[in-house]
């Protein structure tokens, strides 16, 4: 027993005093382990809402104050002269994408050369597609499916509206899952927010 004694009280020694040492826990209420939780739900909460708009700021007057998302100068670029053709040979078809302003669908003016020559050769063809509508990454899911489906009906209704057989015509919406282009910015942007065509 004498050896057993003399263990605990070097090891006593060790830890600064021949006294047994005692652990206590230190109580923390319950509130007070809720505070650093609900604190860090908190700050994740603001940093998620400070990085997606909500709206856009106005100004004095009641417009919306100009910013990358609605930037007159930053136009839709017009497809090139080899795109804006629509080929048909070979039993091929292929019409050029179109694209669309920021949360619109409506069809430009200067899209309404490509749509004109696809119902030519779709109607000389007899032909089938179907119009895909996509849409750029801001925006809901949902919301960017929805807008996707009123760009490709708008087309259809264009088409259809120019002699194509609504039996030729189908559409769906991809919103934001097909990008052409990917990575953020306006250029990018810009090129996301568009109908294409495909010939089944």
């Known amino acids: 027993m004498r050896e057993f004694a003399a263990i605990g009280e070097q090891n006593d020694t060790r830890r600064g005093g021949s006294e047994p040492v005692m652990m206590r826990r230190p109580f923390i ?13 908190l700050l994740a909460f603001a940093a998620g809402c400070a990085s997606t708009p909500d709206s856009e700021p106005m100004d004095d007057a009641g417009d919306a104050v100009d910013s990358e998302f609605n930037d007159a100068s930053n136009a839709v670029p017009v497809p090139d002269s080899s795109m804006a053709d629509t080929n048909v040979s070979n039993q091929t078809l292929s019409i050029a ?9 409506d069809i430009r003016s200067e899209y309404e050369s490509i749509l004109s020559a696809g119902a030519m050769a779709l109607k000389e063809s007899g032909a089938t597609i179907v119009i895909e509508g996509h849409c750029d990454e801001r925006g809901s899911d949902d919301y960017n499916v929805a807008l996707g489906e009123r760009r490709a009906g708008a087309v259809r209704n264009y088409l259809y509206n120019l002699g194509v057989s609504m039996g030729q015509m189908s559409i769906v919406s991809y919103g934001e899952a097909q990008p052409a282009v990917s990575g953020s910015g ?14 089944r």
């Open 97 to 105: 994408p179109i694209y669309f302003d920021l949360d619109q669908y």
């Open 29 to 41: 209420s319950t509130r007070r382990r809720w505070i650093p939780i609900f604190l860090a739900v």
């Open 186 to 199: 306006e250029t990018a942007w810009q090129l996301n927010r568009r109908a294409e065509f495909r010939v």
